[in-house]
DNA sequence: TTGAGTACTTACCAAAAGGTGCATACTTGT
DNA sequence: ACAAGTATGCACCTTTTGGTAAGTACTCAA
């Protein structure tokens, strides 16, 4: 769970097993609404992980590209389920949320 | 990702989903070191988003049970592989957080 | 010379998440 | 009378997380 925990990690883990080996640009583009700070440092965690390879090509102007580790080719595997889960469902689970958001902002409901 | 995003959310399920119906004390025992605040606060999520659901029987001294939903018990098989997978890889992971855990307290690393 | 693109870094800030400790209302055991 | 167990609620605080805005060093096009 922490290794996944970060709100973009899986969406990246999603970009990079897809693609193949992505530059960091396109990544920020295929993610939106990312920050650099934030992207990067969810790449370095990543990494630091074992799940994601960096590879900078030392080129000017700077060339980098991320790929997946076995391990991290092996959780794309294991998360899986869990985005079918999320595909299926989610009609069912954002029908909910979006009750919640309604009278969260106003006060508590009274569900006798 | 949001529904199951929470410090204790996955062994709340997985404990709900292994023992039936379980009482708020044993559940508090299962999980260990969760404060009540928290504990609490998760159930209500996870009842909220219509995983869990909350039985009280209305005695005295207070009786409540949590089992899982048919969408709770459907995340809990989706959620299999990634446990499988955290199992079979927590040797290789917690290496190197153990790693980083020790040079983080005292500055930044200097792999050339 | 100005602007855009490359892959970042840093300082600062706001929000979310989690934790601590105390309170409730009632029963059972000592 | 007092402590313990039952399932919570509330006020307060710290830590973690994510976001914004700016800067870096360099190249290419207008």
Redesign the pocket.
């Known amino acids: 769970m922490r290794v996944v ?3 973009w990690k899986p969406l990246i883990l999603y970009f990079v097993a897809q693609g193949g080996p992505t ?3 396109e990544l920020r583009r295929a993610v939106r ?6 992207l ?1 440092q ?1 790449l ?1 965690e990543l990494e630091a992980d074992g799940l994601v390879k ?1 590879t ?1 090509y030392k080129e ?5 590209d991320y790929s997946l580790t076995p391990l991290g080719h092996s959780l794309a595997q294991a998360l899986v389920p869990l985005c079918t889960w999320g595909t299926e469902h989610m009609a069912e689970v954002s029908r909910v949320f979006a009750e919640r958001a309604t009278w969260t902002r106003r006060g508590r409901q009274s569900t006798g």
């Open positions: 925990s970060g709100k530059r960091y640009g609404d990312v920050s650099d700070k934030v990067i969810q370095k960096r900078d000017v102007p700077p060339r980098v």
